[in-house]
């Protein structure tokens, strides 16, 4: 089960600062995304394929890692994984773990947009978590638009985000 393998490197690894972008095994168990608030926690994938989004959310490849400068994006599917994301608020807390550092981040957006809308993927100057799924979440079929949540990291394990 991707969870027990979670902890299980979890418990080998020692903290670490974040690193540059490096090239991950798609499939591969990269982070823990975690709302304490709803009680949910998913193991993120490296990759956002149809076949890495069976295993759970998916980081996307070219977006930045967790922690890290930039947007980190995770898209998940709304009948399955993020399905919760629609009871998530602005400030909501969002936690991701990487490499044994735990990332805070606060949320600042929700928003539905057009699946051609593709803002929400740009990269960003800070540390940014973008969470992405389609909606309407009880849609049967393809679903029309996306749900996005944006948050913005507020400190990291090592301190305050800089």
């Not at 009871?87 to 969002?94: A, L, R």
Request: one cysteine or more.
């Amino acid at each position: 089960m991707a969870e027990e393998q979670w902890n299980r490197d979890l418990e080998r690894r020692r903290p670490a600062p974040p690193k540059a972008q490096l090239q991950l095994a798609r499939g591969s168990n990269i982070a823990r995304l975690s709302i304490d608030r709803l009680g949910s926690h998913w193991i993120v994938v490296e990759g956002a394929g149809e076949a890495e989004l069976k295993l759970g959310p998916g980081h996307l490849v070219d977006s930045a890692l967790p922690g890290a400068r930039g947007n980190c994006v995770i898209a998940g599917h709304r009948d399955t994984q993020f399905r919760i994301l629609r009871k998530v608020e602005i400030g909501e807390e969002i936690s991701v773990e990487r490499n044994g550092r735990r990332y805070l981040y606060r949320v600042t957006e929700r928003r539905v947009v057009s699946p051609d809308d593709t803002r929400s993927l740009d990269p960003t100057v800070s540390p940014t978590l973008t969470l992405v799924t389609c909606y309407p979440f009880y849609y049967v079929g393809p679903a029309p638009k996306r749900f996005v949540v944006r948050a913005d990291l507020v400190r990291s394990d090592a301190g305050p985000a800089s």
